[in-house]
């Protein structure tokens, strides 16, 4: 499959997603040869999720990643984005396609529905952007953390007000 | 303020012979889980506090080879002067420098160089260095190969203190020294395992190349020829 057929299929996915879901798609980004991002708000986001899993056959998850935001160069905002990127294994059509579905929850209160119900593959990944980034996942079945020590009692470490213990000389 | 005992590089390991670090219970354990970070990984390490007046009296006090002159006396110290006599000196050092068993502990990838040490290509027991051996009772060398996280350290430590005397450790490669890679910005990898335990001999590289894990093996015997027997 060439690139223009991958460019093609996700043309039309988002197409029929604005057309569902209207003004709850918040952005979408589209670039050649980059990952196209849908962006949702977090309450909406379960139900995109449900529907791209059953009207669009993307039944896989790629992996979950979350950034911080508040130290962007020039356009800081104090939000978390926790970033879904699916595929499809079930379809032949939507084989090399990568999508991702993005949302952004404020730093003070990092509450976001746990997508393991729609994606069963999500649970080890949100347990990670759990320990990594502090994001609380309403309705996952065992939120524990993942890598980190069991000791651990610091702040979570990937967020950017984290200060790295370093060695004392 | 005081002075840590593993801070007085010049004398760091007589002192640590006098004066062993060891695993506050007290305030961490060792697999407590109210312990935050690395760095209070390392804070638990507890080491005697050798406070600043009395650093200079310490080390003149704890010398190379008076080490048991002042406190012993009597008949361990006549014991401890004839295990010192050059020759019997000799005998039991060159026992020690032929028959070294390192620790089997792998930490990271550095222990790919040290498999292609012990390989018939460049046969280190010509030197004594024998086969890594998973019995700790039985080892005199842990050689730490490579980068040491806060959660492995825990286990390091306890290795370490299984291990009978007399006991050598070796740093294999840049994470090991200091942190290497990780160095200033993780948030789980000991910045050098001087931090927990004692090291005798440093082998830079990322990773070393078996040449330079042979020449640190070369360094610790020399080391060893010249140790006082306690």
Known sequence: MSLSDVGEILARLIEDLKKKFGDKILEVNVEPKKITKVLVAPECIKEVAEYLKSEWA????KGVTGIDLSRLPNMAQEVLEVIYHVGSLSSEALKAVTLSLSTKISISDPVMPSLTSVWKGAEMHEREVYEMLGVNFKGHPDLRRLLLPEFWSDKPPLRKDYVAPGRER | MGLYARRCRGASFLLYNNYPLKFSHRKAGTFCYSLGNSKTVIESVEEEVVPSSDVEEVLRKYKHGHVYKEGGGGLKYVIYKLKNLSLIKYIINWGRLCSMWPVHLTTACCSVEFAALS???????????????????????????????????????????????????????????????????????????????????????????????????????DKIMNEVIK
């Open chain 1, 58 to 61: 993307l039944d896989y998850i």
């Open chain 2, 119 to 221: 390989g018939p290509r460049y046969d280190p027991e010509r030197f004594g260095w024998l086969t890594a051996v998973g019995s700790l009772r039985q080892s005199d060398i842990l050689l730490i190969e490579g980068t040491v996280t806060a959660k492995m350290a825990q286990r390091v430590r306890l290795i370490y203190d299984q291990m009978p005397e007399p006991k050598w450790v070796i740093a294999m490669g840049a994470c090991a020294i200091s942190g290497g890679l990780y160095a200033k910005d993780s948030y789980n990898v000991i910045q050098g395992i001087d931090d927990i335990i004692p090291v005798d001999v440093y082998i830079p590289g990322c990773p070393p190349r078996p040449e330079t894990l042979f020449q640190g093996i070369l360094l610790l015997r």
